[in-house]
Every structure is written in C-alpha cells, then in structure tokens.
C-alpha cells in the first residue's frame, strides 16, 4: 500500500484532519461571524457526522480484523479519555465565568450540565421544548447537542454491528446502512413537513441520523480496498480523478454553506443531506489508496486545526454567548459585531490549545488513573513543579465551585420570559374582574357628543375653542406581541378599562385578522393601539389593511419597536413613513422613549420590566393624548366653519 495513503499506527487516515478542519472552520464562521456569506455553515456539524461514523466504524472493523472480536470495554475507555477531560474543563470554566457575569446566561445551567456530562443534550432539549434556532437568550452549552448525538452513536453501534456482519457481503452491508440513512433523512423531512418542531428534527437522533449512517456506509464499502488495495487503484488515472473529486467536493460543501437556511425540507434534510453525501465524497477521495488529495487536505495548518477540532467545537460557543451575555444581554438577533468575533476566535484558539495540550493529550496518553498519579509526584517534586500542581489543583477547586454556585443561582426562567408572565398573570386578572370588555361607542359617537345636538351648536356670538377631552382605558383597544404583553401591568394601571388582546410571537401579518375579529365582535374601540413590530419586518399592505379595517371613525396610533434585531431599523422606518402619508394615524415612539433608559429591560434587551412597562403605557398615553388633541382640533375647525357660516348668514339677514 502506499504510505501516503495508509493507516499508521495511530489508525490515522490521511486527508481527515484536514476534512475535520473545514467543518469546524465552517461552524465557527457560521456562530461567529453570522453576517458573513456563510449562512449555512452549520452543515459543518453533519461533516463532522460522517467523519464519526466511517472512522469508528473503520476502526471496530480493523479491530475485528486483527483480534477476531471488538472488546467493548476498551472501546468505551478510549472514548472516554478522548471526550471527557475538554468537556469537562469546559463545563466547570464556563458555568464559572456565567456565573459572574450572572442574569439569563444562568437560565436551565443545571439542566443543560446534566444533558451535556451525561450526553443526552439533544433529548434534554427536545422535552424542555428549547429552541436551537432561538436568537433570543441562546443556551450556553447549546452546541454539545451534537457531540450528545455521537456519543449515543459510540454506545449504541458497537453492540449492533455483530448483528450487522450477519449480512455476508459488505455491499449488502453497506447498501442496508444507505437505506436506513435513507429512513433517517425521509423521517426528518416528514417531521419538518407536517409543520413539527424544526429543533425535535435536527436535534433527534432518529431523525439526524443520516450522516452517520453514510459514514458506515462507507467504512463497509471501502473495507476490503482499503485492507489489500488492488493494483488498478494506485493507477495514476485514478489518483488524478480521486483529487479532482475531492477538491469538487470540498468546494461543494462551500457552496452548499453559503446558501441560506429556511425552516423547509430544502434544508432539513435537503442540505443536510447533501452536505453528507459531499463529505463521503471527499473521505473516499483522501483515503483512496495512493491519493494524492488526502495528503495535501493534511497540511500543517489545517492538521493543526483538525487535531484541536474537539476543543475548538466545544469552545467557541460558550465564548460567544458569554461575550454576547457581558455586553448586550446574551441575544444573538442583531448578530455579532465583527471585532466580538475576531475576540471570540482568539480566545476560541487560546482555549483550545491550552485544553489541547495541557488536559487532552495528557490524559489520552497515561489515562485518568496515570494522570492523578502524576499529579501526586508533582506534589512532592521540586518546587517549581509543586507550584505548578497546586496551581492545577486549586484553579479545580475553584472552578468546581463557580459551577456548582452557577447551577445554584440559575434561575427557572429568562427575565424576558418572566416580564411576559407577568404580563399574562394582570390580564388574567383583570378578565376575571371583568370577564366580558363590553364594546365602546365608536369615535363618530364620541365625535358626535364633543359636537353636542343641533340647539347646542354654537351661535353668532360664541365662537368654539378646542376642548380636548381625557380619553380612558375604555376607549382603547390595544394589540400586540410580546413587548406589549410584558408591559399589561403598567397598560392598565394607566388606562383602566383598556381591552389589550398581545401574544408572544406575532408581527404585523398577523394584524389585519386580529383586527377583523375584535371589529366582528364589537371590541374595537374608537382608539386603536398596534404593537406588531419586533418579530420581524412590517409589510405595507398588512399596514394599510389595519388602516381599513381601523377606518376613519377610529383613531390608529402605532407603537415602533426596540429590540437588538438587524430588521429594527427598517421596521421604524416604515411606520414612521406610513404615518407621515396617512393623516390621523399617530405614531408612539417606544423607541425613542426606552433607548436612553434600557436598565428598564429584561436581560433580552426587548421584554421591559415593571418599571419599563409604564414607560411603554407613558409612551402610548402620549401618542392618544396628542391623537385626542389632533381630534379636538379637527372638531374645532369644523365648529368654527359652522360659526361663521351662521354668523354670515345672520349678518345678510339683519341688512
């Protein structure tokens, strides 16, 4: 066999490394630098999927090969001084250092070390219906629901490959790996399809199991081609057709990053899938026997990061997310500023080094029995090296006691989340004191009364003046999202009476059928509050649509939005515009208003807390307020006309 291409005695396959540091460079790219043309490079994950399962599954083979059966155990061991040590480090120094920075970083901490140590993330999530797609409050540990993935592969498909290798030929063999990938893919995409959550089928071992299954697939293929190459395989041909293929389908899985997610089968399973297919591609082209492909994929640089892919993985998002925590209260809506992930990669890279060095290879190398026997000979070395340990030993204690304060302190919700329950709890306070809003009169009807009957219209000789009247919570209908649930409390402790109908969730495509029901069931009071603009861009024709139905009797008054999101900006831009073309709507500058004064949010920098909450009623009572007036105006010139229409006629007469 050819050297470049053989297994060597660390049953190292060449071009792998190299294959690992492109998936991690592609998650990085993707968590760090979201703004970037990468927009897809999560699919490094699955990458990394089907490197898994063609080197275990190679492994147990060649292990099968050499001794005549698979010892399980010391499988299992090698497993776990590959894994445990950084992620242990990583737990303890990360809870650690949330626990400083403390707030919603801390949220679930306990749950999410117990999914992480005991790699069950990923169904720890599912039944804690967490969102991995939540730009809101991301978790700190979210990205070990992959390694939880794998890890129940390590367990589970070493007692089933025995049953495997029933099957007499390794074609059949890897034929029935492709169609249970097949089963794995065809699940995600019904799961996506029948409108189920889209985190159940990404983070779902049944339904992400594709990769991992074409990585076995592999490993039975190329078994017997890899063992004894045949000579037609070191042709030159095929080793210039092998590197061509390779590089095709490493600048496949380039282009398959760039495109952007969508919450479809497109995606799940649809890049996923070809991601993975991609990547059996490209380990067929570096493994081939005298590839050339597979020993450039491993240069040194990219060695260097395939070997500290581990570290790096684990690292990077903890980082993030405690940077982001420090700084804007932990969101990742509005993305990542470019210099906070330039920071983070550096402090990504230290990490992993360190780790790398100082924790993994010791323990791969003497094992977590020899490495605590050589920390007590440190102990009793020289001085230099005693130092050292009890420098080792006391940065473990304290960390330890970071973490185990972390878990201790976390709290049971997010503030956002919180500020939004006590939103709900006042509105179902005041439904049971009111269980029925009883439909307003309309503003023609408030119009009419400020205007008086026919004996009472004014008479030469007194001229009208504006008289703006107080307008109370039973004149308001208010509809929003989940800001204006967060800020009930302070609604109706300013505007008793006020009917607010606001759900989490929801934008300004929602609005027109919101408003069409409350006007069906008369609740649609002669003035109208919208909220609708933090869950996305707001659409013209959805806004024009509330002006209709809202029609000329009523008053609109729109609230703009705050929150660290890229689409806010644009959002405010086009109510402030519609409002500028459509006289008589008003606009409540909640931006405006919040912006100096964001000590008053939750830790999400959107939900406002009780004090931000009457900030948004202040913020509303103004905008009705300077409506009522406009209206009080309105009527004034209509009674001034009035006046002097009478008094003209008065005057002809009296010549």
Sequence with gaps: MNTSARITSRARYAGLDGLRAVAVGLVLAYHLFPAWWLQGGFIGVDVFFVISGFLITSLLLRERARAGRIRLVEFWRR??????????????????????????????????????????????????DASYFSAANPELFRNVWSLAIEEQFYVLWPLVLPLALLIPWAWARSAAAVLVAAASA???????????????????????????????????????????????????????????????????????????????????????????????????????????????????PLRWVGDRSYGLYLWHWPIIVLLLAATSGGGTGAGVPVWMGVFALVLTLVAAE?????????????????????????????PATRWRAIGSVAAAVVVTFGASAAVAAAPEVT???????????????E???????????????????????????????SMPSPSPTPVTGAEITAVGDSVMLASAPGLLERFPGIDVDASVSRSMWAAPGILQQLADAGRLRP?????????????????????????????????????????????????????RSHPGTVLADWSGAIAPRTDLLAGDHVHPGAEGGRVFADTVAAAVERAEHMRALKQYEVERRAYLRLHHAAGRTFE
């Design 79 to 128: 497993r776990a001084r590959r894994l445990l040590p950084a992620l242990a480090l990583v737990l303890l120094v990360c809870s650690s250092v949330a626990w400083l920075i403390g707030g919603d970083v801390l949220v679930r901490l306990g749950a999410q070390i117990v999914g992480a140590a005991t790699f069950s993330y990923n169904w720890v999530s599912i039944a804690a």
């Design 186 to 300: 065809g699940w995600m995409a019904v799961v996506v399809a029948s409108g189920g959550d889209l985190t159940r089928a990404y983070f779902g071992l049944d339904t992400h199991a594709f990769g991992i299954l074409l990585g076995i697939a592999l490993a039975f293929a190329l078994e017997r081609l890899l063992a004894a190459p045949p000579a037609w395989t070191l042709r030159r041909g095929w080793r210039v057709s092998g590197a061509v293929v390779g590089v095709a389908a490493i600048a496949g899985l380039v282009v398959v990053a760039a495109i952007p997610a969508s919450d479809s089968t497109a995606t799940f399973p649809g890049a996923l899938a070809a991601a993975s297919v991609l990547s059996a591609i490209a380990i067929t082209a570096a493994v081939w026997p005298g590839s050339v492909f597979g020993p450039r994929l491993d240069t040194q």
């Design 354 to 382: 360190a780790s790398y060095r100082w924790v993994e290879q010791p323990i791969r190398r003497l094992g977590f029995r020899g490495s605590l026997a050589a920390l007590s000979r440190h102990l009793t070395a020289s």
């Design 415 to 429: 503030s956002g989340q919180a500020a939004v329950e006590a939103g709900l709890e006042a509105l179902h306070r």
């Design 431 to 461: 439904k049971v004191r009111s269980p029925s809003p009883t439909p307003s009169p309309t503003s023609t009807a408030v119009e009419g009364e400020a205007a008086g009957s026919a004996s009472d219209r004014p008479r030469p000789g």
């Design 527 to 579: 003035y109208v509050v919208v909220a609708l603009g933090t869950n996305g861009p707001v659409d013209a024709g959805s806004l024009e649509e509330v002006a209709r139905i809202t029609g000329p009797d009523r008053t609109l008054v729109l609230v703009n939005a705050y929150a660290p999101r890229d689409w806010i900006p644009g959002v405010n831009a086009d109510l402030a515009a519609f409002v």
